[in-house]
């Protein structure tokens, strides 16, 4: 029987936000395909998908552009203007 459970490792990993975004912008534009762009930028196919697809749901002419930022910016201290001023 198991005394204490070990978590094998994270399912997530660091996504390079620079590279998401050139290859959302090739996707949305047409250049490439999602596997093609995925295979470009050492990004995960079913990231890419998801990321075009909430741009997509989300563009509206009323809204500014998105930007696609990490997942643990929600739990920052600071936020970047003032880590700056520091």
Known sequence: MVRK???KGTR???VD?????LA???VIQGRLSYRKAALKYN???STLESRVKKFKDGSNTDRPP???????TSLQVF???EETHA
């Open 66 to 72: 998105r930007t696609f930022h990490s997942k643990f």
């Open 5 to 7: 459970y070990k978590k």
């Open 12 to 14: 997530t990993q660091e």
């Open 24 to 26: 959302t912008d090739d």
């Open 79 to 81: 936020s970047l203007e």
């Open 43 to 45: 990004i995960k196919t």
């Open 17 to 21: 936000e620079e590279s998401m975004k």
